[in-house]
């Protein structure tokens, strides 16, 4: 700062005000203002000069008297207070706490005033000498004057809980009195509150829950006893509301959660015929919601609903799986299923707040009891089958999708998904070659649905199913063009040429078929040769249908819908009255179950016996004889004679399923181990097989006895070595 | 909607005496003895009370002054000039006392009423001299 250049006039004067002369002067002073402090305690303030009070103690602060007017204020205020200290013990009964409301009033205004009078002193004497504020001091006179005083303060404290206790058992009190007294005592500084109040409140809180927690739960049901707990629990929050201080709401709720819920959690949850157990089978979501929400204010609430709730699902759902009766239906085993799904996910939904631990808990507990029956697979694929084939008919589009929805759902838990695969690739063949038509954007829509679920592995056998479907279209369409003409009135052939490998085929015996069908095979098969060359057919005459014309004794004309194989039978008729069992096993060739089971449907099905048997009986003999029924009538003229087809698969075909899986699942647990083998170059045992069962999971659960097997084999092929020096370690072999 | 009040200036003889003598009475109003002189101004009591807590007070919190419409301040004479600027302070900001005494009267007097931004002013002006 060059301030050098400027010139700077100081000039000092003599201070102009005078020095107080008089040696009385601060007494008399201090007199005027005790008097008004005497005067505003007594109401009389109204009658006083402020400008006056304020003046003198600016004056006194200002000539250095700052200390005896302190002093005097402290020695008055604590005057006044003793004689109100007084007043309030000599209060009787209920007027204690009215009275004592009354003074802490009188004194905030008077406070009040007597700090506007000090003004001064409180913003210059005060922080310069490290005194306490004039408010503060007042609010410490009170505390120690009136609250701390031996007869007020256990009196206040009884009488304050005494006033608790008589509302918590249904009283009315005031409650605009108890604010205003607890207000004080907050004002007074949280440390008066808490020492003074709050402490002993949650103490005899607890006392009295404890007790009347004891009480309920030996008479009322677990749902009363909640209601009554959830009642507790709201009228202490709103206690807090009304006249505690709100940070007492977070104790005291605790107070009421732990010796009503904690300390009697697991006796309530297990509580007989009206525990959790038997809310969830009664769906009563309003208790299960009531529990949810009072059990997951306490330590370990929620995981002792959920426990219960997943040994209960996981045993309900277990006895379901295994129950003989409901396997018997695969339908109605999945409707089951779906129907439990169903339930607890509104259970979890309304009452549970959609709790994503509480969804896990229901997710693990399906995967774990639906993958205990080893046919979940394929009835949960008999179960589509079901509602594609005619469930759906009518259904809106949205309910088909949310029908799909709910499969996948099924699906997911599946553990086998290559056994399910298996088996939805012969229902899908059923249902595209049984001709009729298919809800083909629902079939299609579940299709991406799989693929989204378990990658395009997983589906291309099943779209090549499709696209064969379509180039069969064509093919037919081709044929029909040069030989239609040719073959005039004659039965019509429609050929669906499968991709081998696409389809579920077996390599079953083609039986005979009636000659005019033969001829007519024969024909497609050197049309379609001659414009695929190199290929080769074979004919699945297990898999076909036929509509036939027939007419019977009566005069009586139907149309028939049966399969390829009835057909065969049906046309045997055609030149002979009876055949026994065996002429017809001999004339057809089909292979003895199937032809058992086609028989069955032709005669033994009422309403579709279009056959009659020797003797009548449900069930087929090798010595039974079979003859036209004459007095066959119906009411439709199309009549569609469906197989008995056993729905679910028989013990043998299970068993060879099984064995076809197993076949299947070898050559993908051999590329899992030559996927992981090539990248990690060394392995020891037990990571292989963990890796491996990680990679497979979502298709099947690798069993570890097989990929020791495939491991094995895939040594023995130079795929792998083991390490010379620890035979545990695996090396591949590029 | 008429916010003017009239305050009564009473000065007091600068005689050294900061009080008469004989108030002995006890209902504290003091004896007029040793006036100097009353001087009566119209002021708006809402602008004084924005800008002083003592003021604001003084109109308010339910003592004597609350309810007159004449409201008496007692000074000394020795103050007036100071008290003129600082009312006049209040209303427009600005002061006439350029001299380092004066300022330190007029700092004074916003001490003693609590007048937040005369005193800024004031300690700026002195600062800057």
């Known amino acids: ?734 | 909607n008429h916010d003017e009040e009239e305050i009564p200036m009473i000065e007091e003889s600068p005689s050294g005496e900061m009080m008469p003598a004989n108030s002995d009475d006890s209902n504290g109003s003091e004896d007029v003895s040793g006036v100097i002189r009353v001087k009566t101004l119209h002021i708006s009591s809402p602008i004084l009370a924005a800008k002083s807590p003592f003021f604001y007070k003084l109109f308010s919190n339910g003592m004597m002054e609350s309810e007159q419409r004449h409201v008496t301040l007692r000074i000394n004479a020795s103050e007036e000039a100071a008290l003129m600027e600082l009312l006049n302070f209040m209303y427009s900001y600005t002061l006439t006392a350029t001299t380092a005494p004066a300022l330190l009267d007029v700092l004074m007097a916003a001490d003693k009423f609590e007048v937040a931004s005369c005193m800024r002013h004031c300690s700026r002006l002195l600062r800057n001299l």
């Not at chain 1, 200002?62 to 005057?79: D, N």
């Not at chain 1, 504020?133 to 009170?142: A, F, S």
């Not at chain 1, 085929?505 to 001829?519: D, H, I, K, Y």
């Open chain 1, 1 to 734: 700062m060059n301030s050098g250049q400027k010139k700077r006039n100081f000039q000092i004067e003599a201070f102009k005000h005078k020095v107080v002369v008089d040696p009385k002067y601060a007494d008399k002073t201090w007199k005027i203002l005790e008097h008004a402090i005497h005067e505003i305690y007594n109401h009389n303030a109204s009658g006083l000069s402020f400008e006056e009070l304020y003046r003198n103690a600016y004056n006194m602060v200002l000539h250095k008297f700052g200390e005896k007017l302190y002093s005097g204020l402290v020695s008055t205020m604590t005057f006044h207070l003793q004689e109100m200290s007084k007043c309030i013990e000599a209060a009787h009964g209920g007027s204690f706490l009215e009275e004592l409301n009354v003074k802490w009033s009188d004194h905030n205004k008077a406070l009040q005033m007597i700090r506007d009078i000090l003004m001064y002193m409180d913003r210059t004497f005060i922080p310069s000498t490290h005194r306490t504020p004039v408010h503060e001091l007042g609010l410490n006179l009170w505390r120690d004057n009136v609250i701390h005083s031996t007869k007020i303060k256990t009196r206040l404290l009884n009488t304050l809980l005494e006033l608790i206790l008589r509302e918590r058992t249904g009283e009315v009190i005031n409650r605009g009195l108890m604010r205003n007294i607890i207000k004080m005592l907050m004002d007074l500084g949280p440390s008066v509150y808490h020492d003074d109040f709050e402490k002993p409140f949650l103490e005899v809180s607890a006392d009295f829950y404890s007790a009347e927690s004891q009480e309920f739960i030996e008479c009322s049901d677990c749902g009363d006893y909640l209601k009554k707990a959830e009642r507790r629990l709201n009228e202490e929050i709103e206690r807090v509301s009304h006249y505690l201080d709100a940070k007492s709401e977070a104790q005291i709720t605790n107070v009421v959660e732990k010796e009503m819920i904690a300390n009697h959690m697991l006796r309530l949850v297990h509580m007989e015929n009206s525990g959790l157990v038997k809310m969830l089978l009664d769906d009563k979501f309003e208790d299960l919601g009531r529990m949810y929400n009072l059990f997951r204010r306490v330590p370990n609430g929620l995981s002792t609903i959920r426990d219960v709730m997943t040994s209960h699902i996981r045993d309900t759902g277990k006895q379901l799986v295994t129950d003989p009766e409901k396997s018997k239906n695969p339908v109605e085993f999945v409707d089951c299923l779906l129907a439990k799904r169903d339930k607890y996910d509104k259970i979890i939904i309304s009452a549970f707040n959609n709790d994503k631990t509480f969804q896990n808990a229901l997710n693990s507990s399906f995967e774990y009891f639906i993958n205990l029956n080893p046919r979940s697979p394929e009835y949960i694929s008999l179960f589509v089958d079901d509602k594609l084939r005619k469930g759906l008919k009518g259904v809106k589009e949205e309910d088909i999708e949310l029908i799909l929805d709910k499969v996948m759902m099924l699906f997911r838990y599946l553990q086998e998904k290559d056994v399910f695969e298996k088996y939805y690739k012969q229902h899908l063949a059923k249902r595209l070659l049984s001709g009729k038509t298919v809800p083909d954007d629902a079939e299609r829509s579940l299709i991406v649905k799989l693929k989204t679920e378990c990658g395009y592995q997983f589906t291309s056998k099943l779209e090549g199913m499709f696209t064969d479907m379509k180039t069969s279209q064509d093919t037919m369409q081709g044929f029909n063009a040069v030989y239609g003409p040719e073959l005039g009135n004659g039965p019509t052939l429609v050929v669906q040429v499968l991709t081998t490998g696409s389809w579920p085929t077996q390599p079953s015996v083609t039986c005979n078929l009636p000659a005019e069908m033969s001829a007519l095979c024969e024909k497609f098969r050197s049309y379609y040769l001659g414009t695929h060359t190199g290929r080769r057919l074979s004919w699945q005459t297990n898999m076909g249908t036929a509509d036939l014309r027939a007419t019977f004794g009566n005069g009586q004309k139907y149309e028939l819908n049966v399969s390829t194989h009835q057909m065969c039978v049906l046309m045997l008729f055609n030149n002979a009255d009876s055949l026994s069992y065996k002429e017809i096993e001999q004339a057809t060739e089909i292979p003895s179950s199937d032809l058992k089971r086609c028989l069955q449907s032709l005669a033994c099905v009422k309403g579709k016996n279009v056959l009659r048997k020797e003797p009548m009986s449900k069930d087929i003999g090798e010595d039974d004889a079979f003859s036209v029924n004459d007095k066959f009538t119906s009411k439709l003229r199309k009549v569609k004679i469906g197989t008995v087809v056993a729905q679910k698969e028989s013990e043998p075909e299970k068993q060879e399923t099984r064995q076809r899986v197993e076949e299947d699942r070898k050559p993908q647990i051999e590329a899992a181990i030559v996927r992981i083998m090539k990248s990690r170059r060394v392995l020891d045992h037990n990571n292989i097989i963990a890796e491996v069962t990680k990679q497979l999971q979502s298709r099947f659960l690798a069993n570890p006895g097989e990929i020791k097997k495939r491991i094995e084999s895939l040594i023995e092929r130079d795929f792998l070595e083991r390490d010379n020096a620890d035979r545990r370690l695996y090396r591949y072999l590029a």
